[in-house]
């Protein structure tokens, strides 16, 4: 497997309680051991916070030897000073659109559970409904988990519990509505102070990133991407997604998994930029002779293998066999499926050993439902169509 690079040289930054201030002060003094959490960063060292952890002095500044970093990001130590754009993360396709015994479910699990869980990557589909914008799947007729400025304030929620968690979000923007729109839901969340500004004039190469230790230390630990319509000259926190990253087929229904980019269009080379492999198989469904596409739940336990055909293993293999380096974004379907595989494929793209314990159990109540009523107005909605095409 390919070995992470350290992107930057390290300066250990000390998170202490004020107890020891006073023993660096009298360092040699004493050889009692302290409890304390540190972070690895490249800004310059100053007390932040107090927490607890524990240290073994390595490092020296003028002289005074220094604890090591214990305070792991993104549950691992190594990542602290790893850049950004050099971690693979697991995405969960359409985070919002979380339904029980439903064949348009995406997700089994809430966010605060896949966030939980190891998701570092929330992706969804938005739309304009009644003079909002909601998470919504394909219609807001068909489907409908609420206002995206509800979805995020449990986002901002768990992020204020976890102070060392930097997560992405990708919106998609169904409807292509003026950026501008976004910026009351984003703001009254919360999240858009937490959102990571890149300087305007850097596109940003994978390896250009801050490290996971800088943005936790800046306090923007939140990188938000649109598919269209974003403007970073208006809305500076909302990122172009495709100046930033590239992506392999959407909805893929080959189970081979090609890594070739597939969005932006006319792109062919990776540029050096972050990207993302689609990893969300999808079934056809013919329903008066319109084909729709629905989560293929058969074979999810084959997909989000490790290894083996049609695995997510076997794709983020083919990827680093295409490119030299594992995808930035693996994006699934129904992550809990496979008790933890996906993470473990994960962990085995960043060279790190992956012991967590997964997953959540839904709630027998979690989610929204798509309703009977729902349903007939979508197979409705396809005659229609249908109905139309055949000319009649």
């Given at each position: 497997?390919?070995?992470?690079?350290?992107?930057?040289?390290?300066?250990?930054?000390?998170?202490?309680?004020?107890?020891?201030?006073?023993?660096?002060?009298?360092?040699?003094?004493?050889?009692?051991?302290?409890?304390?959490?540190?972070?690895?960063?490249?800004?310059?060292?100053?007390?932040?916070?107090?927490?607890?952890?524990?240290?073994?002095?390595?490092?020296?500044?003028?002289?005074?030897?220094?604890?090591?970093?214990?305070?792991?990001?993104?549950?691992?130590?190594?990542?602290?000073?790893?850049?950004?754009?050099?971690?693979?993360?697991?995405?969960?396709?359409?985070?919002?659109?979380?339904?029980?015994?439903?064949?348009?479910?995406?997700?089994?699990?809430?966010?605060?559970?896949?966030?939980?869980?190891?998701?570092?990557?929330?992706?969804?589909?938005?739309?304009?409904?009644?003079?909002?914008?909601?998470?919504?799947?394909?219609?807001?007729d068909l489907l409908d988990s609420g206002p995206i400025e509800d979805y995020l304030v449990k986002v901002v929620d768990w992020l204020r519990k976890n102070p060392f968690e930097v997560i992405s979000i990708i919106i998609g923007n169904g409807d292509f509505v003026d950026v501008e729109k976004f910026v009351e839901p984003l703001k009254n969340s919360g999240i858009a102070d937490m959102a990571y500004i890149p300087s305007p004039d850097n596109t940003l190469q994978y390896y250009q990133w801050p490290t996971l230790g800088d943005l936790i230390l800046q306090g923007k630990r939140v990188i938000i991407y649109m598919d269209y319509k974003a403007d970073e000259s208006r809305v500076p926190y909302i990122l172009s997604e495709f100046r930033y990253m590239w992506e392999t087929k959407f909805s893929p229904t080959d189970a081979n998994f090609p890594c070739t980019i597939d969005r932006p269009s006319g792109m062919t080379e990776d540029g050096g930029m972050l990207y993302m492999a689609n990893h969300n198989l999808n079934a056809?469904?013919?329903?008066?002779?319109?084909?729709?596409?629905?989560?293929?739940?058969?074979?999810?336990?084959?997909?989000?293998?490790?290894?083996?055909?049609?695995?997510?293993?076997?794709?983020?293999?083919?990827?680093?066999?295409?490119?030299?380096?594992?995808?930035?974004?693996?994006?699934?379907d129904f992550y809990d499926v496979g008790n933890g595989s996906v993470f473990e494929v994960a962990a085995k793209m960043n060279d790190v050993t992956y012991t967590n314990t997964c997953c959540s159990k839904p709630s027998t109540s979690a989610g929204v439902t798509l309703t009977r009523s729902a349903l007939r107005l979508m197979v409705f909605f396809l005659a229609v169509v249908s109905f139309f095409e055949m000319g009649y």
């Open positions: 497997m390919l070995n992470r690079l350290i992107s930057r040289p390290i300066v250990v930054v000390i998170v202490v309680f004020a107890t020891l201030v006073q023993a660096i002060a009298n360092y040699g003094a004493s050889t009692e051991t302290l409890k304390v959490t540190v972070l690895e960063g490249t800004v310059e060292p100053y007390i932040m916070s107090i927490t607890t952890g524990s240290f073994t002095p390595t490092a020296t500044i003028s002289g005074i030897s220094l604890p090591m970093n214990t305070q792991p990001c993104n549950g691992y130590v190594e990542f602290c000073s790893r850049s950004y754009g050099n971690i693979t993360y697991v995405a969960a396709h359409n985070s919002p659109f979380v339904m029980q015994n439903n064949v348009a479910a995406n997700q089994n699990l809430e966010v605060a559970e896949q966030l939980n869980d190891g998701i570092r990557m929330l992706q969804g589909q938005t739309h304009e409904y009644n003079g909002s914008l909601h998470y919504c799947h394909t219609t807001c056809e469904l013919s329903v008066f002779s319109q084909t729709i596409l629905i989560p293929d739940k058969v074979n999810l336990n084959r997909t989000n293998a490790v290894s083996g055909h049609g695995s997510l293993g076997l794709a983020a293999e083919t990827c680093i066999a295409s490119w030299h380096r594992p995808p930035t974004f693996l994006l699934v």
